[in-house]
């Protein structure tokens, strides 16, 4: 199993970062770390075979944007935020209305 | 038994969603019916009650064709001749010449090219839009379209929109918005099913050709009545021929038992043949099913008989509810919602309806938005004069009980909250 690990980074005297500041620090470094962190090794036949089969695999990170009321749930994914929370935003007004069968 | 091995966590887990569905108001109770489907009909609820004749005004037998002789006996004769089931999907050994048949006089019917038959019109709305549409499309839907497309729009990789209940405005900057998908796909009903209410397809089709997209319609509470000869929708707003994609249901007025079809252009009914998933993996449509709806298109195409009679019902019983000081949508279809605005007011006028001996059925949220609770009251041809005269004395009487014949929504909702 793997541990995790975490970092601490002192903030500068004064700084008082609010809410959106600190997810965009925390999405900054888990960006890097992402990038410079190399998939494991066993992923290597999985992706040979899957391009022997013909597929063009390619990967990349995402924004995920969740929401969750009572039972309900919906979750989007986009190369932005704005794009996953556009699709957040999609997904959960389809079953805002009312329908009847 | 199985029922043992479920583990108790699994038990209780079940029973307490089930308990909150029962605390919220939401749990669904059937209720059983003792006769064929008709404008009256044998009821027993709850459940072990002695069975109690009533008026029902909440099927979608709009042309009262569910239990229509002429049905029946298509029915049956076409049991005798293509016998009872085809054990088989349709590409392997599950079509018969009926099959063909019916997609054909459909096709004609609905003004198309091409026609093919599903189970039902949710599985057509559930294979549709995957099988022609690709992750380089969008679909721009209506929000108040039907359950089932939510669902196939969820199955398909396009990129998904909606535009404002009935907003062609909306719906312009949506299409501008996405101008740079390889196609655009607006997804409408054509009758609203909570409202009653008619899509603007004439809007929407010149929308559309302005702007290099493809319509798509829902058809399903419209098929066989709506338009000067039932054609539909796409007939009411003179587009017939104009709109690519239409899906409609035979479990409504157009026999009442199942079935439904994706109809459209040529290429895009093939290609749901060949990729459509409800169509390749769930097995053909019951023959009897077949024979006894081209029985029902022999019918609605003979005469306008029925769905004048049922238009002129709509229209009278409107007519008789607005007199008596009901809150009404105003509409032209034969689905009249009377406002009541409250949930539990909306389930306690509908439980007194039945007690007086009309079948209704309350809605509230989360079937419908918060605040707009009504009863949603369905008419057929099958019904007379004598049964509208009945219905409206027991709607005025449990009306007058509640004090809400007259009443603005304001003084309603002042009254019983929302």
Not at chain 1, 70 to 93: C, F, I, S, W
Not at chain 2, 33 to 41: K, R, V
Not at chain 2, 354 to 373: I, R
């Amino acid at each position: 199993m793997l541990t995790r690990r975490t970092l601490e980074v002192p903030l500068p005297d004064g700084v008082r970062p609010d809410p959106a500041d600190l997810e965009l620090l925390k999405a900054t470094f888990q960006a890097i770390v992402s990038l410079r962190c190399e998939k494991d090794p066993r992923w290597e036949l999985t992706l040979k075979e899957l391009e022997d089969d013909g597929w063009k695999v390619r990967w990349g990170l995402t924004w995920r944007a969740e929401a969750k009321r009572a039972d309900d749930y919906e979750e989007a994914t986009g190369p932005t935020l704005d794009e996953a929370l556009t699709g957040l935003a999609q997904l959960v007004r389809f079953d805002m209305a009312g329908r009847a069968p | 038994m199985a029922t043992e091995t479920l583990p108790a966590t699994f038990r209780d887990v079940m029973g307490a969603e089930l308990g909150a569905l029962k605390a919220a108001g939401l749990f669904k109770e059937e209720r059983v019916i003792h006769a064929p489907q008709g404008a009256e009909i044998e009821v027993e609820f709850p459940a072990g009650a002695p069975l109690k004749k009533v008026l029902n005004l909440c099927s979608n037998n709009y042309l009262g064709l569910s239990s229509h002789p002429d049905v029946l006996a298509a029915a049956h004769a076409g049991l005798d001749r293509r016998g009872y089931g085809m054990s088989s999907v349709r590409f392997i050994c599950g079509t018969q010449d009926i099959h063909r048949e019916l997609e054909n006089r459909l096709t004609e019917f609905l003004g198309t090219e091409d026609t093919l038959l599903f189970s039902s019109c949710l599985d057509a709305n559930a294979g549709v839009f995957e099988a022609i549409l690709s992750d380089k499309d969008v679909m721009i839907a209506d929000r108040l379209v039907h359950a089932s497309i939510v669902d196939g729009m969820r199955l398909c990789k396009a990129a998904q929109d909606t535009f404002k209940h009935s907003d062609m405005g909306h719906l312009e900057e949506k299409l501008v918005e996405h101008a740079d998908k390889r196609f655009r796909l607006v997804i409408t009903d054509g009758v609203f099913s909570m409202d009653g209410d008619l899509a603007k397809l004439d809007e929407i089709v010149a929308l559309c050709r302005k702007h290099d997209a493809m319509v798509f319609v829902d058809d399903s509470h419209a098929s066989g009545f709506i338009g000067e000869t039932g054609r539909g929708t796409p007939e009411r707003f003179g587009v017939l021929g104009k709109v690519d994609v239409i899906t409609t249901t035979f479990g409504k007025a157009l026999g009442g038992a199942s079935g439904g079809c994706v109809s459209g252009r040529r290429e895009i009914v093939e290609l749901c043949r060949q990729r459509a998933r409800p169509y390749l993996f769930s097995n053909t449509l019951a023959s009897v099913i077949v024979a006894a709806t081209l029985k029902v298109l022999d019918l609605v195409s003979a005469t306008t008989g029925r769905r004048d009679r049922l238009e002129q019902n709509a229209r009278i019983w409107r007519r008789l509810l607005t007199e008596a000081g009901f809150d009404i949508k105003a509409g032209e279809s034969p689905i009249v919602p009377v406002m009541l605005y409250n949930a539990k007011l909306a389930q306690d006028v509908a439980r007194d309806l039945f007690a007086e001996g009309v079948y209704v059925v309350g809605f509230f949220f989360p079937v419908v938005a918060k605040g707009q609770a009504r009863i949603r009251t369905q008419l057929s041809a099958a019904h007379t004069m004598v049964h509208l005269d009945r219905a409206i004395e027991a709607f005025r009487k449990v009306g007058k009980k509640y004090d809400i014949l007259g009443k603005s929504k304001n003084e309603i909702v002042e009254r019983y909250g929302l």
